[in-house]
C-alpha cells in the first residue's frame, strides 16, 4: 500500500514558478514509477509527466516539455514537479500518482493517487 501526499501549490502570477511536492509512504518507493497528472474544472484528467523507477527516464506532455521538470529524492520518498514559466492554461488541480499497471501516461492504470494540490496561474 502507498499513500500519497500532495504540497505546493497556490496563486502565481503568469511567468512564474512553483514547485510541488508528493511524498510518498511504503518501502518499495525507489522501485516505483511516478507520476504527475493535472485537471482543470470542467475538463478530463490529463497526463503532465513521469519518470520511470525502472529505466531513470523521465516523459513530458508537449505543452509542459522545456518548463516543468519532474525529479525525485528516494532518501525522502518525495517526488517533485519543479514549474517555470508558468501559463493561465497550467491552472488545475495537480496529482501524483503511482505504480501504473500500463503506459505511463495512462490515468486508469494507477493504483495510488494522493489528494491534488491547487494551482492557480493569474494572467
Known amino acids: 500500500q502507498v499513500q500519497l501526499v500532495e504540497s505546493g501549490g497556490g496563486l502565481v502570477q503568469a511567468g512564474g514558478s512553483l514547485r510541488l511536492s508528493c511524498a510518498a509512504s511504503?518501502?518499495?518507493?525507489?522501485?516505483?514509477?511516478m507520476a504527475w497528472f493535472r485537471q482543470a474544472p470542467g475538463k478530463e484528467r490529463e497526463w503532465v509527466g513521469g519518470r520511470s523507477w525502472s529505466t531513470g527516464d523521465t516523459y513530458y506532455r508537449n505543452n509542459v516539455k522545456g518548463r516543468f521538470i519532474i525529479s525525485r529524492d528516494n532518501a525522502k520518498n518525495t517526488v517533485y514537479l519543479q514549474m517555470n514559466s508558468l501559463k493561465p492554461e497550467d491552472t488545475a488541480l495537480y496529482y501524483c500518482?503511482?505504480?501504473?499497471?500500463?503506459?505511463?501516461?495512462?490515468?486508469?492504470?494507477?493504483?495510488?493517487w494522493g489528494q491534488g494540490t491547487q494551482v492557480t496561474v493569474s494572467s
Open positions: 500518482a503511482a505504480d501504473p499497471q500500463g503506459a505511463i501516461s495512462d490515468p486508469s492504470g494507477y493504483k495510488y
Open positions: 511504503g518501502s518499495t518507493f525507489s522501485r516505483t514509477t
